[in-house]
Each structure stands twice: as C-alpha cells, then as structure tokens.
C-alpha cells in the first residue's frame, strides 16, 4: 500500500453503505470487527503477502481501531460472517502545480485480504468488482490501482479477472519481511476503459 498521507479519509462518506453484490454485502469497518479480522489476518497463508504482520490480537485490535484504518477499510460478509477484507484509499492524483485547483480526489488505491476457509468461490472477485463499482460509480473516480508482490500470483491474477491492465512490474522494488527485494507489479484501470468494457 501506498503512503496514506493524502488520503481523503472522508471520501467513503459520500457512499450509500452497505453496498450488496449478488452474494455479499460491503460494509464499513467497525473497531469490533477487529477479531474477525484477525482471526485470518494472523494465519501464515493470509500474512505471508499483507504490508505489516501482526502475532498478537492486541496489537491488531489497537491498530484496527485507529481512525485512519477504519476510514480505509471495508469488511466483506457472506450471509452474516465475515469473509474478507477490503482497502479503498481515495486520494489526489497526481500532477502540476499550476493545475492543482482541477477536481479531486480522482483516484484510488485498492487492496484485499480473504478468509483461506473461504477462497475458491469467487468471493474475492465479486468483492473487488463491488469495490470497482463504488469506485467508478458512487464516487466517480477515474482511476484505480492495485499493487502486489509479483511471487502473489493469485492477487495479480484477481486483477486480471476483474479488468484491470499490468501497468508495470518494478524491478526489486519492493521490500518483503521474509524474501528481501522482490518484484513488485502494478495494476491499474480508468473509468473510462471499464466503461468501453463493460
């Protein structure tokens, strides 16, 4: 995830949640989701690719609770149970000083974590085109992007599925806690390429 200093922490305010696709509901994060949370968060599987590990249930309640986190993060449920997690920072593009007035916030940056126990049913797609649709339609961005770490084939791959185009892969540019630098990837789509596919 990118730095999250021009994060517009508001911006989700603008959305009519819950949001429901044909089986799951996104909603906004609450601090008492914080054990449902963890409860995969904290397995190797999930925690091998997230940007900061966390061993004690603690520490995570403590961080999930922080302002900042819940206005980014949303809690993806399958009739009633928490099955995943969704990250949307909206934030400024970016650009030149002289053009700074333009409208913003115009872009968005993307993440997810899934339950293991409930991998294989397509909920991470659906998810994520959920997400897009907030994206694109209730706050009308124009562009979004997701970054992996280019060994986490399966998030780049969810991606793909969802429309988004590899913009890039960057050489050992990203440090991982385990395998030192590795490539990272970067995934992208504007609001006007899901429209021309949609």
């Given at each position: 995830m990118a730095d999250t200093t021009d994060v517009r922490p508001d911006a989700l305010d603008r959305v009519a949640w819950p949001v429901t696709t044909p089986r799951l509901v996104l909603?906004?994060?609450r601090p008492e989701d914080a054990d449902s949370l963890f409860a995969y968060r904290s397995l190797p599987a999930v925690d091998r690719w997230l940007t900061q590990r966390f061993t004690a249930a603690e520490e995570w309640r403590e961080h999930h609770a922080d302002p900042g986190r819940l206005a980014t993060t949303l809690v993806v449920e399958h009739d009633g149970e928490v099955?995943?997690?969704l990250y949307l920072a909206v934030r400024d593009g970016w650009g030149q000083r002289d053009v700074v007035d333009r409208p913003r916030p115009d872009e968005a940056e993307i993440g997810w974590a899934l339950s293991p126990s409930q991998q294989g049913r397509g909920y991470a797609t659906e998810a994520v085109r959920g997400l897009l649709r907030v994206c694109f339609e209730d706050l009308g961005l124009r562009r979004v992007v997701a970054n992996a770490f280019l060994a986490n084939e399966p998030s780049w791959r969810l991606m793909e599925r969802v429309?988004?185009?590899?913009?890039?892969?960057?050489?050992?540019d990203s440090l991982h806690r385990d395998l030192g630098w590795v490539d990272g990837v970067t995934y992208a789509l504007l609001a006007d390429e899901r429209r021309a596919g949609a």
């Open positions: 909603r906004r994060a099955v995943g997690d429309g988004m185009r590899r913009e890039g892969v960057g050489v050992r």
